[in-house]
C-alpha cells in the first residue's frame, strides 16, 4: 500500500557512462553525404572528402599518382599513434617498414616491437616489404584462382596486439565500401574515420579503442561471413557488444520499454547504437567527476528524436526543450522526465499516474524555481484538489489502473509545454475553459472558477474558501472544546456525588 | 402505557429511523474521512479494502441518498404529529433550554447544588438533534454541489465549488468529532443507555435525567397539547405527504443522475503524435556513377578506377597486391588472376570479380559495361 516509488533519472553519471559501444561495420554515422552528388555532364566524381591513410600530400587525383614507390612513410604500423598535426597524411600500418625514413629508426625485421600486432605477412605487403618481412611467405603463383587466392592470403589477427583502428580505417573509410546482405539490402561498410577519431571511443587513451574491440568477428580478412540478414538485425545484434564494456548500463536496460518491444519482435525498437551512434558516441558526462556535461542535455535529445522525430518537434517548440537547445541546465531533456537506458513505457496508466511526481521533482524544488518565479505551491495544490487528491489515491491503490482524472500534462500539455504565461497557454484564465470541456464538455463560464489555479486558498483570490477554512478552523477546536468541556465537568460533578454518597 | 418500572421512550419508528441514520451516517463517515484523509494509512488501507475510490465515492453517495430520504421520511413524521396528531414540539428549542445548560454547568462546577429539572427532551438531547439537523442541511447542499459541479456553476460562482468543498469537509468533521463526545458520553460512556435498543428507559433514569416527563406522565397529562395550528386530517396530510415524497424521490434521482461528465468524464485526449517516427533509416552506401564515353585509361576509365578501385587497391600497400592507382601497375595484376586481360573482358579478374556481384564495391552496370568494352578494345592508355 506504500506509494510505489519511482525515480525518474536525469542524465546523471551512470547513466551516461553508459554510451554504447557499437561499432557498425555498416556505418551507422555520418556519411559524406556531398559525395552523392553526381555531377552531371561530367565523368569526374567528387574527389572523397574523408582524410586517408592513401591521401596524398598534395590530395590529388589517385590515379596521377606513383603508386610503385612510396615516397614518405612512418616507421611501423601499430607503434604509430596519432598523426601530428603538421602530417598531411596519416601513419598507416600499410606503409613500408623498409623504407623509413627520419622520424624513428625502427629496423623493419625488429616488427616484434612492443605494441604492434602480431600477424603473418599479408596480402597487405608490398612486393618491397615482402623479403625481409619475418616469416616472409613465398610470393603467390600468379594464375591462382580467386578461391586459392583467398584462401592462401588469409590474414589473422590474432596474440595480444590485434591491428589498430587505423588499420581497419586503411580500407574502411573508402566512401564506396559496401555489403551485400542476404536480404539483398546492399549497406554501406563504410567509416567516418575522422567522426570516430573525435568520438569517446576513437579519443580514448592514445590512440582510441580498437575497432576489434567491438566487431571481434572481424579477427581475419577476408572477413567472416556476416550472418546478420538485415541492416536491422545487424545493428541489434552489435548490442551485445556493448554490454561487454557497459555491463552497467546494459544491466539498466532490463526493465527499458524499448527491450520490452524488442522482445515482443518490435525490431523498431531501439537498441545502443539507435541512440549513441556506431562509430560516432560523443561524450556526455565529465570524465573524472561523472557529471552531465552541459551541452549533453540537448544532445541526448536529439538521440531521442532520431526516432521521435514528432515529438522532438513539438518539444523544441515547448518551454522545456527551447530551454534545453539554449543551453539551459535546468531545463529537462528527454531522459529526465522518461529516464535513460530504463525507460518506462509512456503510454501505461501506471506512467501516467505517477507523472505529477516527474513534474514536481522540478517545480516542487524551490532553489529551481526561483530562479524562473514559478510557484512550488503547484503540486501540493494539485494534490489537495479533487483531481490531485484522486491522484494520489490511485497511487496508493491502485497503480495500474486505468483512471480518467487529469494528471500535470493534461492540462499543460507534456512536450509542448508552454509557460504560464504566453497567451496561448492553456493555464490562461481565457483558455481555461477549453482545457475544461476537454473533459467536461457540458462545462460553463463559471465552471473553470472552481479549480483555484495552484494557488492555496486566500482571502484575496478566493474569499469563500478561505473564510470557509477560517470558519471550520475555529469552529471546531471551539464547539468540540465547548462539548469537552461540559462532558469534564459532567464527569467531575458525578464523581463528587458518588463520593457524598459513599 | 407505563409498564411498572419502565417507561416507554423510543416507539420502533423512532428506533428504526435512528438506526438507518446510524448505518447512513458511519458510512458517510468513514468514506468521507477517508477521502479527507486520503494521504493517510488507514485511510489507504480502507479505500484499499473497500474496491478503490470510485468504489468509495458510490457508497458515501449510496448512504447520502440513504440519509436524505431518512430526513424526508423524518420531516413528514414531525409534520404528521404536529398537524394531524396535534402533538406539542418537545423538541423545540426554548429559553429554557439554555437557562438549563447554564445551570447544568454551574451544578457541574459545583457552583450550584440542584442540577437542571428537564422534560422529555434535555438540553443535551436538543443540542444533538439540531446540530444533526443543521449538519444534514450543510452537508447535503454542499454535497450536492459537489456532486454536480457543472450544474451548480451553471448558476452560482465557480468559487462556491471549492468552498463547498471545504464547508463540506469542515462540517464532517465536526460532526464527527461532536458525535464522539457528545453523544458517545452521554449514552454510551456517562451510562448506556439501552432505550434505543429496547425502546424503554427504567424509572430511576426517567427521574434523573427527566423529572418532568415523568412527572407529566403521572399526572396524566402526557405531552399533548392543544396549538393554535389548523387540524388536517391525516387523509390529506398522507396525500399531500406522498406528493412532496414524490417530488423529492425525484428531485434525488435527478441529483444523482443530473450529470455524467463530472463523475464519468471523456477520457483525457491522447496525444495526437506519431510515437515512432525516425528522422532517417540505416545509410545508404554512396552511388557515384561514371557514365561518360570512358574510351581509354586517360579518358576516365582511369578516373574512374583510381576513385572507386584505388582506395584498397592502391596505395602503399595495395589489397591483394593489385594497385589500380596507375595504368602500369593495373595491367600488371595482383596476387591472383591478372586484373586486365586486354582484348579478353571474361578473363580479367576485374570483370570476374565485379560479376561475382560480391565485391565490397560494386560498380554499376554500365560502368562494368564501359570497363568491359575498354577491356575489349584492347585496354587503351
Redesign the interface.
Same mark, same amino acid.
Not at chain 2, 107 to 110: K, S
Not at chain 2, 264 to 269: A, I, K, L, N
Not at chain 2, 273 to 280: D, E, K, M, W
Not at chain 2, 283 to 290: A, G, L, R
Given at each position: 500500500m506504500l506509494p510505489k516509488s519511482r525515480t525518474r533519472n536525469g542524465l546523471s553519471a551512470q547513466r551516461m557512462l553508459g554510451i554504447g559501444l557499437i561499432l557498425l561495420g555498416c556505418g551507422l554515422g555520418l556519411l559524406p553525404r556531398a559525395l552523392a552528388q553526381e555531377q552531371p555532364g561530367t565523368d569526374v566524381t567528387p574527389a572523397p572528402r574523408i582524410t586517408s591513410v592513401f591521401d596524398r600530400p598534395a590530395q590529388a587525383q589517385p590515379a596521377a599518382q606513383p603508386t610503385t614507390a612510396p615516397s614518405a612513410t612512418e616507421p611501423s604500423d601499430a607503434a604509430s599513434a596519432s598523426p601530428a598535426p603538421q602530417v598531411t597524411r596519416y601513419t598507416s600500418i600499410f606503409d613500408n617498414p623498409a623504407a623509413t625514413s627520419a622520424p624513428a629508426q625502427v629496423p623493419a625485421a625488429s616488427t616484434a616491437v612492443p605494441g604492434q600486432p602480431t600477424r603473418v605477412p599479408s596480402i597487405f605487403d608490398t612486393q618491397a616489404t615482402q623479403a625481409p618481412a619475418p616469416g616472409g611467405q613465398a610470393a603467390p603463383t600468379p594464375y591462382q584462382s580467386l578461391l586459392d587466392a583467398v584462401q592462401a592470403d588469409v590474414i589473422r589477427f590474432e596474440g595480444e596486439e590485434p591491428p589498430d583502428a587505423e588499420y581497419c580505417l586503411g580500407c574502411h573509410e573508402s566512401p564506396y565500401l559496401q555489403m551485400t546482405l542476404a536480404s539483398g539490402e546492399v549497406i554501406s561498410v563504410t567509416v567516418d574515420g575522422e567522426a570516430y577519431r573525435e568520438s569517446v571511443h576513437g579519443q580514448h587513451g592514445t590512440e582510441g579503442y580498437k575497432c576489434i574491440r567491438c566487431h571481434t568477428d572481424m579477427n581475419e580478412y577476408p572477413h567472416e561471413e556476416v550472418t546478420a540478414q538485415t541492416a536491422r538485425e545487424l545493428t541489434i545484434d552489435f548490442s551485445n557488444s556493448c554490454a561487454r564494456c557497459h555491463p552497467a548500463s546494459f544491466d539498466e536496460t532490463a526493465d527499458d520499454t524499448h527491450v520490452a518491444l524488442m522482445a515482443n519482435g518490435n525490431t523498431n525498437a531501439a537498441v545502443c547504437a539507435d541512440c549513441h551512434s556506431g562509430h560516432e558516441v560523443e561524450r556526455l558526462t565529465d570524465p573524472l567527476t561523472g557529471v552531465s556535461l552541459p551541452e549533453s542535455a540537448a544532445a541526448s535529445a536529439s538521440m531521442c528524436g532520431q526516432c521521435h522525430s514528432e515529438i522532438y518537434n513539438q518539444y523544441t517548440t515547448g518551454v522545456h526543450g527551447s530551454a534545453v537547445l539554449e543551453g539551459n541546465p535546468d531545463a529537462p531533456a528527454c531522459a529526465d522526465c522518461h529516464g535513460v537506458h530504463s525507460t518506462e513505457g509512456p503510454s501505461t496508466a501506471s506512467f501516467r499516474l505517477f507523472s505529477p511526481q516527474i513534474c514536481a521533482k522540478c517545480h516542487a524544488d524551490e532553489t529551481m524555481m526561483a530562479e524562473y518565479d514559478i510557484s512550488t505551491n503547484v503540486f501540493d495544490t494539485y494534490v489537495a484538489d479533487f483531481h490531485g487528491t484522486t491522484v494520489a489515491i490511485f497511487q496508493n491503490t491502485a497503480p495500474d489502473q486505468p483512471f480518467n482524472v487529469p494528471v500535470c500534462v493534461d492540462c499543460h500539455g507534456a512536450h509542448n509545454t508552454i509557460g504560464a504565461s504566453n497567451a496561448s497557454s492553456p493555464g490562461m484564465k481565457e483558455n481555461l475553459l477549453t482545457v475544461c470541456q476537454r473533459c467536461h464538455p457540458d462545462a460553463t463560464t463559471n465552471f473553470p472558477d472552481a479549480w483555484m489555479s495552484h494557488y492555496p486558498p486566500n482571502f484575496q483570490r478566493t474569499p469563500l474558501v478561505a473564510l470557509a477554512n477560517l470558519a471550520y478552523t475555529v469552529a471546531i477546536p471551539a464547539v468540540v472544546g465547548g462539548l469537552g468541556l461540559f462532558v469534564v465537568t459532567d464527569i467531575r460533578r458525578r464523581r463528587t456525588n458518588g463520593r457524598k454518597d459513599q | 402505557m407505563a409498564v411498572r418500572g419502565r417507561y416507554l421512550r423510543f416507539p420502533i419508528s423512532y428506533r428504526i429511523e435512528h438506526w438507518v441514520m446510524v448505518a447512513s451516517f458511519v458510512t458517510l463517515a468513514i468514506t468521507g474521512l477517508a477521502?479527507k484523509f486520503?494521504?493517510t494509512?488507514i485511510a489507504?488501507?480502507l479505500?484499499?479494502g473497500l474496491g478503490?475510490?470510485e468504489t468509495v465515492r458510490v457508497i458515501h453517495r449510496v448512504a447520502a441518498i440513504v440519509l436524505i430520504l431518512e430526513a424526508v421520511y423524518h420531516i413528514g413524521a414531525i409534520g404528521y404529529k404536529l398537524l394531524v396528531r396535534r402533538y406539542g414540539l418537545d423538541l423545540m428549542l426554548t429559553p429554557q433550554d439554555l437557562r438549563n445548560a447554564l445551570q447544568?454547568?454551574q451544578?457541574?462546577?459545583?457552583w450550584r447544588e440542584d442540577p437542571p429539572q428537564q422534560g422529555r427532551y434535555t438540553f443535551e438531547e436538543k443540542f444533538e438533534y439540531f446540530a444533526i439537523v443543521w449538519g444534514t442541511i450543510v452537508m447535503a447542499a454542499t454535497g450536492f454541489i459537489l456532486w454536480n459541479?457543472?450544474a451548480a456553476?451553471?448558476t452560482?460562482?465557480?468559487?462556491?465549488?471549492?468552498?463547498a +468543498?471545504?464547508?463540506h469537509?469542515?462540517?464532517a468533521?465536526?460532526a464527527v468529532?461532536?458525535i464522539i463526545?457528545?453523544h458517545m458520553?452521554h449514552v454510551h460512556f456517562?451510562r448506556f443507555n439501552r432505550s434505543m435498543f429496547t425502546g424503554y428507559l427504567p424509572a430511576d433514569v426517567m427521574e434523573e435525567e427527566h423529572p418532568l416527563e415523568l412527572a407529566e406522565r403521572e399526572h396524566r397529562a402526557a405531552s399533548e397539547t392543544h396549538r393554535e395550528l389548523p387540524h388536517v386530517s391525516a387523509r390529506t396530510y398522507l396525500g399531500v405527504y406522498a406528493v412532496i415524497t414524490v417530488v423529492v424521490i425525484a428531485g434525488l434521482y435527478a441529483m444523482a443522475t443530473f450529470?455524467r461528465?463530472?463523475i464519468?468524464?471523456?477520457?483525457?485526449?491522447e496525444?495526437s503524435?506519431?510515437?515512432?517516427?525516425?528522422?532517417?533509416v540505416?545509410?545508404?552506401?554512396?552511388?557515384?556513377?561514371?557514365?561518360?564515353?570512358?574510351t581509354s585509361w586517360d579518358d576516365?576509365i582511369?578516373?574512374?578506377?583510381?576513385? +572507386?578501385c584505388?582506395?584498397?587497391h592502391?596505395?602503399?600497400?595495395?589489397?591483394? +597486391?593489385l594497385?589500380l592507382?596507375?595504368y602500369?601497375?593495373a595491367l600488371l595484376?595482383g596476387?591472383?588472376?591478372?586484373a586486365i586481360v586486354p582484348n579478353d573482358p571474361e578473363n580479367s579478374?576485374l570483370i570476374?570479380?565485379q560479376e561475382a556481384?560480391?565485391h565490397?564495391?560494386?560498380l554499376s552496370a554500365a560502368e562494368l559495361e564501359t570497363l568491359s568494352a575498354w577491356i575489349a578494345s584492347g585496354a587503351p592508355r
Open positions: - | 477521502q486520503a494521504q494509512g489507504i488501507w479505500i484499499g478503490g475510490i447544568a454547568f451544578y457541574n462546577m459545583g459541479p457543472i456553476t451553471s452560482l460562482p465557480g468559487e462556491f465549488v471549492p468552498a +468543498k471545504s464547508v469537509s469542515g462540517e468533521l465536526l468529532l461532536a463526545v457528545w458520553y456517562r450529470e461528465t463530472a464519468e468524464t471523456v477520457p483525457p485526449s496525444e503524435v506519431t510515437i515512432y517516427s525516425p528522422l532517417h540505416d545509410p545508404q552506401p554512396i552511388v557515384v556513377s561514371f557514365n561518360g564515353s570512358m576516365g582511369g578516373e574512374l578506377l583510381g576513385v +572507386k584505388s582506395f584498397c592502391g596505395g602503399s600497400t595495395p589489397l591483394s +597486391k594497385n592507382s596507375s602500369d601497375t595484376g596476387s591472383s588472376v591478372p579478374g570476374i570479380e556481384g560480391d565490397p564495391v560494386t
